[in-house]
């Protein structure tokens, strides 16, 4: 079963990961072993251990590579959005992660192949154990492919919080009168609603937004908004 | 100036530190900066960002080679002591990274020169130096010369807190009677005096420690019970 995962890593990401059992510890987690009384491996627990400190190192080094005018404040804002339990669970279901493991029947019958707390910590894990296997190297070559490249495409823009951010921002300099109206709410097909918001300080408008609640609608506007007057775009 | 501490780390470590403008934005404090406006170099906290992330997988690689045994738990624990304000702030002193460090006039005059949670930044900042400059692997020297091996000197120990966790090993299986009991007090020089307590499990006498106050010979006593019981020598 882990030969095929070697395999599928290999033709993604020209990976080639060595030790089958490094990979096979990394994906089987405690309660499958205490069902096979007869398994002789371990739990995926001590890579995770590894691999948490491996994804905080390689992304900080990335970072303060990446960005050499950031302030300490700057990168780390964004190392934390980055390294955090949906990021990671979204990259072990790239892999495919979640379809390898080996689970305690408990946890299957729960639902925890598909648990974002699972799945980062496998991500940990898989990390460790191809740090062991193929070295520091070959994890900055996966980490840019599947996460790094993720910066540019917004991905993490989906965890700030914007409108905090552009609160912030606009009250640095003292109180402001900060607020979104709607301006239309459409039906589309299946019963939906698209509703479009502006944001606007003093009553200046800043930024309109669309979304599928108003909460949506608030939070791609507030964005917008930030994204302009930061001209972080 | 920093080409005395670049000596300095080659005579006694053996590591040669090539960039001085690398090490010496490691050793520059902000506010240095704003009282010398023709100053043309950054403060330490981007170096600072990078050398924490870089001490957490140092260690993190090391415990997890140095342990294969333990589980991530205890792997956490020791890293958790190590990995601290305190232990950063003595290995500072001892790279004499006290002296060289350029600070404001305000933070001079307040003794940040001598404040333990300035030595971590430096630290941090320095090991983020060293690993730009010489790479992983001189990080990796470095710190098996200063850090790590105060494993087995027993350093740590000072962090842990042994009366609790003597207390939580003996009431594993239920409740138990801990005492401590001063058995002696001695005068000995400068108006001091020495105390030695025992440390008693349901009356029974486990381990006797001295101190120069009852609190202190009652860890010492409690970390002989635990080490006795754990066999953790």
Do not use: C
Not at 7 to 15: S, V
Not at 133 to 160: C, H, P, W
Not at 194 to 223: C, H, M, P, Y
Request: proline share 1%; net charge negative; no cysteine.
């Amino acid at each position: 079963m882990f030969s095929e995962l070697q395999t599928e890593i290999e033709a993604r990401y020209d990976i080639h990961f060595d030790d089958l059992s490094l990979l096979e510890e990394a994906l089987t987690q405690a309660n499958y072993i205490n069902e096979h009384p007869n398994y002789h491996g371990r739990d995926y627990q001590r890579l995770e251990f590894l691999g948490d400190a491996i994804m905080q190192q390689s992304s900080a080094v990335y970072l303060f590579k990446r960005y050499p005018d950031w302030d300490e404040g700057r990168l780390t804002e964004l190392r934390i959005l980055m390294v955090q339990t949906r990021s990671f669970a979204a990259l072990s279901r790239e892999l495919h992660l979640d379809h390898y493991v080996q689970l305690g029947h408990g946890e299957e019958i729960s639902g925890a192949r598909n648990r974002d707390s699972l799945l980062e910590d496998l991500w940990e894990a898989f990390i460790g154990a191809l740090y062991l296997d193929q070295g520091q190297d070959a994890v900055m070559n996966l980490l840019e492919q599947v996460f790094f490249s993720k910066i540019d495409t917004g991905f993490y823009d989906r965890f700030v919080d914007y409108k905090s951010k552009l609160q912030e921002l606009l009250q640095k300099n003292g109180t402001v009168d900060i607020n979104y109206q709607k301006i239309s709410e459409e039906q589309i097909e299946n019963n939906e609603q698209i509703f479009t918001v502006a944001v606007q300080l003093n009553g200046k408008q800043l930024a309109v937004g669309e979304g599928k609640s108003t909460k949506d609608a608030e939070k791609v506007a507030a964005r917008r908004a930030y994204k302009d007057l930061t001209m972080d775009k």
